[in-house]
């Protein structure tokens, strides 16, 4: 069964920190990723999405893919208390052109 | 655009009964999906549809039904509701983007009770 794991958290930064979230994902073929932002009692909202290995950037957010390692990651700079939410990746499947495996989310919280 | 909407945003139904959960978006998507969301957990696809009149089941479909006669709609239909239906219903729908990757986008949820 294809699966993408999240560690739980919840993650706590502090303000101006950096925040590190990470994903591993089991289909080796799986070609793109998706970080989202889920606010507690919200729905998902797409943040960043990745298909090359390396890194993109926007704003303050960087996502990273290591296809290799089938880990992708997302770091968040100058956090911000508005950032703490629940952040959920995402990924393809390859047998799929539009269907996503979610992980179970990961909580940031942002200490002012 | 008012995007995907969804209704109605808070139910509690009686074991055994049933009811449809409402879904419409006006970007004018082929895709449209049904996640529902159990509390700490992520998203567990129900149901898709890749253009009107066409739906396969994702991969939690037991105890649900979907139509697509539209484009805009895609109406999900819980019948004889049991406690394990509580959860948090959200309706997405995405497009096929020239770089052939999509983007979903979500409605703003249904969160039912089933007592």
């Known amino acids: 069964q294809k699966e993408v794991e999240q560690n739980s958290g919840p993650l706590s930064v502090p303000e101006g920190a950096i925040a590190s979230l990470n994903c591993t994902y089991s289909d080796r073929v799986s070609q793109s990723f998706f970080w989202y932002r889920q606010y507690s009692g919200k729905s998902p909202e797409l943040i960043m999405s990745?298909?090359?290995?390396g890194d993109k950037e926007d704003g303050r957010f960087t996502a990273q893919l290591n296809k290799a390692s089938q880990y992708v990651s997302l770091l968040i700079r100058d956090s911000q208390p508005s950032d703490s939410a629940t952040y959920l990746c995402a990924v393809k499947e390859a047998d799929s052109s539009y269907k996503l495996i979610f992980g179970s989310g990961t909580r940031l919280l942002v200490r002012p | 655009n008012a995007g995907v909407t969804q209704t109605p945003k808070f139910r509690i139904l009686k074991i055994g009964q049933s009811m449809t959960l409402q879904c419409t978006q006006d970007m004018n998507h082929n895709y449209m999906y049904w996640y529902r969301q159990d509390p700490g957990m992520g998203l567990k696809l129900i149901y898709y549809?890749?253009?009107?009149?066409?739906?396969d089941k994702g991969e939690v479909p037991n105890g649900y039904n979907v139509s697509r006669s539209t484009t805009e709609d895609f109406p999900l239909r819980l019948e004889l509701a049991a406690p394990s239906q509580t959860s948090v219903y959200f309706c997405?729908?995405?497009?096929?983007?020239?770089?052939?990757?999509?983007?979903?986008?979500f409605g703003p949820g249904t969160r039912l009770t089933v007592l």
């Open positions: 997405a729908s995405s497009y096929q983007s020239a770089g052939g990757v999509d983007t979903q986008y």
């Open positions: 990745i298909y090359s290995n």
């Open positions: 549809s890749v253009g009107a009149g066409i739906t």
